[in-house]
């Protein structure tokens, strides 16, 4: 599975968006050290605050269905840049990805931009930090 590909399948789960208030449709493809992709699309809620993120959407079903091993992240959104992932979703994937696999933020447009997750949240807030 090549970046493109990941891509490709990013698109593909951005389809699924539940957005009825932004507007805003997100997809990401998750891909495992296996070669399966998981999908994920924001999911919003009339209670704003509840809304999932693609990102998270895509790690939380990994996870869920005990897949923790991760090569790349592709995140796509209709923006004039390639979509920056928001805070949170920096915050989750930091801990849940290794330091070094590959994020690759794109848009409709076709810019790409690639980075590791320790680019993605630099000095991020650690499982290390909880102990002495
Ligand atoms: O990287 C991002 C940025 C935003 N959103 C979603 C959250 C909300 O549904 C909508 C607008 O913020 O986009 C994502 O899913 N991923
Ligand atoms: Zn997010």
């Known amino acids: 599975m090549n970046i493109e590909k990941l891509i490709e399948e990013a698109k593909l789960a951005r389809d699924k968006a539940y957005v009825p208030y932004s507007k805003f449709q997100v997809g990401a493809a998750l891909l495992t050290e296996d070669g399966k992709v998981y999908h994920g699309c924001n999911i919003e809620n009339a209670a704003y605050s509840m809304t999932n993120c693609a990102e998270r ?17 592709a995140v796509v959104a209709d923006t004039d840049r390639p979509v920056p992932p928001c805070g949170a979703c920096r915050q989750v994937i930091s801990e849940l990805c290794p330091k070094d696999m590959k994020v690759v933020l794109t848009n409709l447009k076709g810019d790409i931009q690639e980075l590791t997750v320790e680019e993605l949240l630099p000095g991020a807030f650690s499982p290390e930090d909880l102990h002495e």
């Open 57 to 73: 959407t895509a790690l939380f079903k990994a996870f869920s269905e005990g897949d923790r091993k991760f090569t790349m992240i």
